[in-house]
C-alpha cells in the first residue's frame, strides 16, 4: 500500500512539470486527442462511437474485427470487413498481464482452431498487413507501475542465478541491486542506439521502445513516439491491465474472442516462485525521490499509455466492445502455436 501511495503521489506532483525529457528544454506539446481526452473522456469516446471514421482512436477504447490484408512500402494499408481472422498475433509486454494472457489466447486460438503466434523480448516487430488475414492484440499497464514491477521480479535479483545456480546463488540484501540505479532505457543502462530494442530490462520509456524499435533519440523521443503511437493504433485490441478485475471488462472481452471464463485464469510464469519468495523475505523499501524521478524519466511513456487507454469515466466504465460470431475466426487445418505458451 506505501509504494501504491508514493506512485499516486508522485504521479500527481509530477503534473506540476510540463511534458518534457529531463536535461531538455523542448516541450512536446498537448495534441488536440490528449486535450479532447483531458476535457471529457466520456464525451470524447461517445463522440467517437458517432463519429468512427474522423477521429483517431485507440483499439484499447474500440476494438475492431478489421482485417489488414495489404501494406506497401509508404506504410499504408488496406483494410476489409469481410474476411475472417486465421491467425493472432500477441505483443507480449513484460510485467502487464502478459503470461496470463498468452493462456487465455492460447485458449481461444484452440477453441478456433486458429494460429497464434507471440512476440515478446523484442520489440513488435511484425508489421501490420505483413501476413494475411491476422488479428493483432497487445497489452498495456500504467507504465511507471509496469516499470517497477519488472525491477522487483527480474531486476532486483538475478533470476537465471536464482534458477540455474539456487544451491549457490541465495537473494539477500547484499545481492540485490538498488532500485535507484533501475532509471535507464535498459534497466540499469541505456539501450544499444546500434540496434533494434529488445525488451529484456527496460525502466524507462519501455512502450515507445517497444513499438517504435528504437532505443535511442535524436529528438527527445518524439519520432519514436509518432512510429510507436502509429504501430499501436493500428492493432486490433489493447489489453489494459488496471481493467483486468472488473468483471464487466472481462466479459467484454471473452464475448470479444468468443470464449467463456478463460479470462484472468492463474498462471506461473518464469521466475516468478523465486522472485516472490526473495521479496517476500526482504521486501522492498523505496524512496519517494526515486519513485518520482521515475516518473518524471516516464513522462513520455505516460502521455503514450494515457492517450491508448483513457478510455471510460472510472465510476461509469461502458465497454462498447464487438462480439464474436460464428464467421469471426475461420478454422485452420494444423493450426500452430508459436513462441512460449506458459
Known sequence: MLLISFVSVAFFLVQLWAVTIIGSKTTFQESALEHNLRLSPHNYHAKRRSAP??????????????????????????????????????????????????????????????????????????????????????????????????????GRWNCRQMIKNASHYIPNLHNAKKFEDWDQTGGFV?????????????????????????????DDWKTQYTLAQDRLFRYNLIFVYERFEDPTYVKAIEQFFGVEKAFNQESNYWCGPEAKQANKLYPLTTKFEAILKLEKLNSMDKRFYKEAASCWDDDAAEYSFPKARADTFAPQNNSKITGDVY
Open 53 to 154: 471514421d474522423t477521429l483517431q482512436f485507440s483499439p484499447a477504447c474500440h476494438p475492431h474485427y478489421r482485417v489488414a490484408t495489404t501494406s506497401d512500402t509508404t506504410g499504408n494499408i488496406t483494410w476489409s470487413t469481410s474476411l475472417p481472422f486465421t491467425r493472432i498475433y500477441f505483443y507480449h509486454v513484460r510485467k502487464a498481464g502478459g503470461t496470463m494472457l498468452r493462456k487465455f489466447l492460447k485458449k481461444v486460438a484452440l477453441t478456433h482452431n486458429v494460429h497464434l503466434a507471440i512476440q515478446e523480448n523484442k520489440y513488435a516487430r511484425e508489421e501490420i498487413g505483413s501476413h494475411p488475414d491476422t488479428m493483432y492484440v497487445t497489452n498495456l499497464r500504467d507504465p511507471v507501475e509496469r516499470s517497477i514491477s519488472h525491477f522487483k521480479y527480474e
Open 190 to 218: 541505456p539501450s544499444p542506439c546500434d540496434e533494434p530494442f529488445s525488451f529484456d530490462e527496460c525502466a524507462v520509456n519501455c512502450y515507445i521502445q517497444s513499438f517504435s524499435g528504437q532505443g535511442c533519440s535524436q
